[in-house]
């Protein structure tokens, strides 16, 4: 994680010429950015981590103004110059709320990609809100790293420090649990065969967690040298229940000890959580044991997840495995119903699905 990311040592994160950030980011509009702003939780958390970060006479890049406001705490705060970078149409939004602020000497708003935009000088301050339900999101951890090649002086301070992803097996009413195969009488079987291969975004209880939380994977956005995440986790179930898959959130720590977090307990925020389905619900017992390998792996400008889950059985021992990929979603009829032929004909001595 300590990997310089500049020059040649950037391979990992090599800056796509394409500008992915422009062509494949979300598109929000003016109601998103107005319901983004209404979470106190989220921006209470940004506000005060652009207090702690930004002192007088500092140079601030932000990437993904959207409609300009945290580019106007900025200036609050005491930021000689902002460089606030959007890639939407709401730039030209973004250059009223300055003016109506009366930063327009302060803030300069740049439509266009963060990628591919040149500065005039170097910022001392790095603000992004780049994440989705995941920090895995588009070409963020490549648009961080190009900023702190490019944009930033060395040793540059970041309102976001580091993203933690944590995991629990989890019961939830699957999206699909009441359709079954032939709803009104129309088989949904091309749907069935890809639905459990991609991740849901769900908001569940406390009481949805099937054993505690363990953390899945930490991400230095200090130091990130690559677009891709992984870990292995392994529980003993505590509650009895049917389990719909493994859920994944993150704590996000902020400059001044600010934070943000999406976990089931915390205060309701905008983002939810990430459900990743087993391939069928699975009946669990107190004593079980469940493991996950999960990976999301950048794949030209997608990211593409596995999750492959064993279940062992604490009375008999008896072990099923599901393997997925969110990668069936991208495939043709013809090779899902190849991948699902291998699954059946796997031949490894435990019970897949």
Not at 169 to 173: E, H, N, V
Not at 175 to 183: F, N, T, V, Y
């Given at each position: 994680m300590a990997e310089r990311v500049a020059g040649k040592r950037r391979a990992d994160l090599a800056r796509p010429r394409r500008g992915p950030f422009a062509l494949n980011m979300v598109k929000y509009d003016l109601h998103d950015y107005d319901a983004m702003l209404a979470d106190p939780e989220r921006t209470q958390a940004y506000l005060a981590a652009i207090a702690a970060a930004v002192r007088p006479g500092d140079v601030v890049v932000e990437i993904g103004t959207g409609a300009g406001f945290f580019a106007v705490a900025a200036a609050r705060a005491g930021a000689r110059r902002v460089y606030a970078i959007e890639c939407s149409d709401v730039a030209d939004v973004a250059r009223e709320l300055v003016a109506d602020n009366g930063y327009a000497d302060i803030v300069e708003v740049l439509h266009g990609d963060a990628l591919t935009l040149s500065l005039p000088e170097r910022g001392d301050v790095l603000i992004e809100d780049l994440r989705g339900v995941l920090p895995t999101f588009s070409h963020r951890f490549a648009i961080i790293a190009d900023a702190r090649a490019r944009h930033l002086v060395p040793h540059a301070r970041l309102t976001v420090l580091r993203d933690t992803l944590w995991a629990a097996?989890?019961?939830?009413?699957a999206?699909?649990?009441?359709?079954?195969?032939?709803?009104y009488?129309?088989?949904?079987?091309?749907?069935?065969?890809?639905i459990?291969?991609?991740?849901?975004?769900v908001r569940l209880g406390a009481s949805d967690q099937l054993a505690a939380p363990r953390e899945l994977a930490r991400i230095d956005l200090e130091t990130v040298s690559t677009p891709n995440v992984a870990g292995d986790v392994q529980w003993t179930?505590?509650?009895?229940?049917?389990?719909?898959?493994?859920?994944?959130?993150?704590?996000?720590?902020?400059a001044g000890g600010a934070a943000i977090s999406n976990a089931p307990a915390a205060p309701r925020a905008l983002y939810g959580q990430a459900l990743f389905p087993l391939t069928t619900?699975?009946?669990?017992?107190?004593?079980?044991?469940?493991?996950?390998?999960?990976?999301?792996?950048?794949v030209g400008e997608t990211y593409v997840y596995s999750w492959d889950t064993?279940?062992?059985?604490?009375?008999?021992?008896?072990?099923?495995a599901f393997r997925q990929s969110s990668l069936a979603e991208l495939l043709p009829a013809r090779a899902v119903r190849e991948q699902e032929a291998r699954r059946a004909n796997d031949s490894t001595g435990h019970r897949h699905a």
């Open positions: 097996p989890c019961q939830t009413l999206s699909d649990a009441s359709l079954g195969e032939m709803p009488g129309i088989s949904r079987r091309a749907v069935a065969r890809r459990r291969d991609v991740w849901w975004r179930i505590e509650h009895r229940g049917l389990m719909e898959g493994i859920a994944v959130w993150f704590d996000a720590e902020m619900a699975l009946p669990v017992s107190p004593g079980d044991r469940v493991h996950v390998a999960w990976r999301a792996l950048l064993t279940h062992e059985s604490a009375v008999d021992g008896r072990a099923t």
